[in-house]
């Protein structure tokens, strides 16, 4: 699935792949989200990148990450 990226609201949807299989892209969000960065078009990687490259700050809240729900349709192509 696609990844989607609210900077205004600071969300962020990942496939659900990301969630069951945590530890092969990171122990944190931010790493999970430094892993996935590479791989975006360079919008929305442009959107990540100024977050997970900044130091975390008490008064600005980070990118909240949620998993979409599996599409197991595609497995049948």
Do not use: C, H, M
């Not at 989607?4 to 989200?33: P, Q």
């Not at 130091?55 to 980070?62: A, L, R």
Request: no cysteine; proline share 6%; aromatic share 14%.
């Amino acid at each position: 699935g696609d990844v989607e990226v609210d900077a205004e609201n600071k969300t962020v949807v990942l496939s659900k792949i990301f969630k069951w299989y945590a530890s092969d892209f990171g122990a944190t969000d931010r790493e999970v989200l430094q892993w996935v960065i590479p791989y975006l078009p360079s919008d929305k990687a442009r959107q990540l990148e100024e977050y997970v490259q900044a130091e975390p700050d008490e008064t600005d809240p980070p990118f909240i990450v949620d998993y979409a729900e599996y599409d197991w349709g595609i497995n049948k192509k």
